[in-house]
């Protein structure tokens, strides 16, 4: 389904060349102060042509907020917001009508629904992600009423890994480059080698690190809707990701037990633990330590290099993808990441409310 | 919540150390035949106490049927199954009553709810999944209806990496030996290296792989519920997980996009794709090719050696947890990874099946 | 929340003077025919100022697809759909911005979120079901593919009740009198009815009735989704309802049992009942048989007449609600309750297909 | 689905001859007393063999419960009750086995599923409630801490009609008589034409009235949620029902909606309406007046009579019922009304806490 959370739920929908993008929030609690300019920043962010390493398509996207909101404030109706799709050529996708891309979605829709928008990708394309970006941006507002802070940055391009300390990140210190990694030195090594791969017609990927601070305790629940498992499925909903990790991730599998564990002990009268291994997770369940986890996006798999590929009929044939497309989607996919987490964060904070005393 | 699946859906119930655990499962298909040596033998696999590297804790954990099923087949109506805990030494866990247990759910669970059943960790006990493995039976029939296998295995042990093909994976060759890794060879270092590291009353971790042969194509949706998304979420949810990925997973981050995609070809007929780094997924929608991902575990909680912890009431203190516990969950897990994937494959089959021509 | 339907799932979203009104159908099978006009007929019906009987407002309500559908077919991916809001003359309601009109729902409203677009009844306004008539147009063609029609009527305004058989009942029937009473005589008394009060300031109320004929047999589950229960729940949801019954309704209470029992018999090597005093429904489940229910509206809330109410700051005031409304909701009602019926029965007609062999 | 609510969720299991019936909450707040013996008397309310106009089955349905509280609070977790089914006489059954009782579930099930639990009705089993009333008895103390009360009673039994003050009703009066209705005149007369009824071998319905005292003011959503929507629902899930009214229901037809409003006014510095006519419920949303409402049972299908009917093969046949049924089941349906109404407003309480400031 196109539904995410159960009390603070998103519903996105359309297609990269129809008329329009968008996203009904239901279940927005009432009275939160909303600013289009705050939402707007957000899609910025995601926004193509931002930089030279990303695709140079113009898109305005420029959010509508049709419903929901009165005299600047939520109403608890449902909040719809719009983009237009303006910059669509459709003509550039005519070639691929009847061609399967590699690695992308045209094949599986093809037999999954017998029918599919071939133009852009259609649903399968990263524009889709407006919906979540714009609503994210007001599921951050109620998150920093509770002084909750959601920063996403990229800690890998390729081989080339940032040296960050995610506690310590800063909005401003991402947002400095092109490339969105906190790290300038890694940053500027990145920036060229993207530019090198973009030469190349080739494209790479990279990791996208993200760190909640100050979370609230008892967020998540115990079994199927653990806290790290609804951002699993969060993060992997967003289009090109491939992994998940939180605390140690994979890497605990090198840990004993006894230097894994967090151990437990007071810091100003509260219950903390001295390190943080889990990630602030604990059965689930946040435990108030920072919140801290990373997600591996692939190569893009839009390249203009030569592909070998079939046709829908079965036929081998070549490919030569000619659109524009981002060598390398994670700086675009940082606000996506962030607006997923606080999508999960605030409908965890609200299930929360429901039933404490 | 504690359910799982929007039409096949799972909801469990049950605390370790209480009267007994089960699973309701609603959405099951009707006239599927059950047979509960099947679903016994697939909770003798997750139970405790098959071998010396594991914990010696005898539970007999004998699944009773007590509902949904008439004449040896299913009727459509929820199913209820339940298995009653008998070997509940709740004594052992007096001591454990204000003491918080390092990176167990003890902290977390009383800060959510003010309340917790101490006793073997209560929910968050690795108990609970023995209605997802005896639920898991049932739609695993389900899938071998339409020849869809499933099969977990361990692949890592710490350091010790086992050299496997997941293609080839057989259930016999899993099952051959107690660590449930097909290769023989580092099977037995595994084996060796737990019991070192048990009696160092230490613990370690280690990485399930799990391959679904032979799977429909179509099976996820485009955006929240992509197939990996959800198999992100399932995976997640299986206590002491702390990674997932698909495909090339963290690994796709060292390609190229033209090394990456999968280009198609043709194959007796079938389109199907010449490599398979997606892990048979593309745009959240299985392609027919096997799928493949793995997961981390971390090392078991549950350690022998002093750790320094606090009380409830904040007050530092030492503990020396004496219960029995697995110095490595991961033989144990393999069941669980199946079933929780043979629950998600099930549920997207049936949705499939609903928008079908 | 503002969604319904399992499978086949709609979100409403839209305050009456807000920009605009729309609906999103996830989960719509693909490759349905989708003709904008056939959505428009739907709802030119539903619609203000159709006679002088309903409200004089001149809404244009001209339905744009803005996703889910490719060169004239649905695409199984979100449909979304939206009306401008034109005739929005917010003036009229800048009186009641402070003052709770009776039997509506400002006060609820305010009480509940502490905030409300005052606006023509904001969310609350029988405007929302714009969303609902155009999903439903498009449920009712995937009806008539399998021959399943929904036919609605006015069989009673106040005391005055039409003579009717519900088996026999056509559309045309139901379209040639501004009421929508397929009995010509009453219709044209309950239409001078109307006509008195309304020059009298005041309203009425009275009861639709609804026929699926051809429906399948299996739709509905056996507990808390009884297809009557599912019913009644989207009846009760359209505004102004009081009351739902089903076959023989509150009337069966003056049956024996076996004056009130469906017998069975065959007739053309089919099974089926010799009464019809269930409305089609056993045990929550459809039985091939006519499904018929009747649906109770009040009279409009909206009056002329003076009335005695208060302000938000609990001060005793007068009302007189001077903006252009219908002083009987019912003739408009018809094609709503159509819908909400033809919304229940395609997700029970998905859901059956997820399960069936 | 077998489940019922989104927050405070049930889903109840169980045949009628099947080894248990039961009952999983999920979502129910912890630290709620529990009392085993409270939940047994609502138990005791529903089942049969309490006086001699309804079933003498001698039933005991012994509740236990297996999870979810811990030293006689609730934890948050999953609460799972079980009733053993132990007076389960099959034989009675065999002869139904391949002959539909009219106006059962028989044929339907059949017809639905391809196959079915003949024995007793099996899943369209009044016993079914069993699990709804155990749950429902946790919902009353959840509303009982907020002063929220819920009670019914007969208000009509086929044509005999109590003379009742729905506010003043209190649970003494309908627990005074075996037909729980609190006009003792009237209950004498119901019963003596029950016995009447049960002599014939035949069977009635009637009416059963709820009224919910001091309810919380915002309870309910604007659209499918309204509370009027989820009652119905709640009540047409329970067997036997068909039809559902909230405030003047049927007969709101019969007012102008002058006389129909309820004007505001205020009482001891609150707001309230004058009138009541509404049901306590406007724009779907409870506005803190009695919530009022009344469900239709038709007369019970199981019969000793002489019924035509067909076997699954279609031949002609003649059906006596032969086991011991109630030759009227409202005064049992009393109690799962009551449980039904609590369900739903647990849940509308809690969804409310979940976005109130």
Redesign the interface.
Known sequence: ????G??F?I?????SH?????V?I??C???IKIDEAEIQKELDRRRPGQSNIVTPRKEEDRV?????V?EG????????M?VWNSDAKSKDYSKIKDT?R????????Q???????HRGG???SAR?TIGRVAAGAIAKKILAEQKIQVIAYVS????LVGDIDPEKVTRQQVEKNAIRCPDPKAAKEMIALIER?KK?G??????VECVVKNPS??LG??????L??????????I?A??????????G???????????????KE???V??SN???G????????MPIFFRV????????V?D????TKN?K?TNLKIEGRHDPCVIPRAVPIVEAMTALVLVDEL????????
Chains 1, 2, 3, 4 share one sequence.
């Not at 890998?156 to 081989?159: A, I």
């Open positions: 389904m196109n539904s995410f159960s009390i739920r519903t996105t929908w359309g297609e129809g008329k329009a993008i968008g009904v239901d279940g609690p009432p009275n509508e907020i049709l419903s929901g009165f404030r939520t109403t608890g109706t449902p909040l719809s719009m399967y590699p690695s992308h979605a045209d094949f599986t829709y037999a999954k629904y017998g029918i599919r928008d259609g649903r399968a889709e890998q391009v390729y081989h791969v190349a080739d494209s790479v990927g990279g990791i305790i008892g629940s115990p079994v199927f809707e653990k790290e498992a609804r951002l699993a499925q969060a993060m992997l909903s289009p990701t491939k992994g998940f990790e939180v605390g140690e991730g994979f605990s599998v090198l840990f004993t037990g006894s230097e894994h564990n967090d151990n437990f002990t007071t009268g509260k219950i633990t001295i291994r889990s990630g997770i604990q059965g689930g369940i946040s435990n108030g591996a996006f692939k190569p893009t798999a839009s390249i290099k592909q070998e590929t079939v079965g081998k609200l299930k929360q409310k429901a039933i404490k005393e």
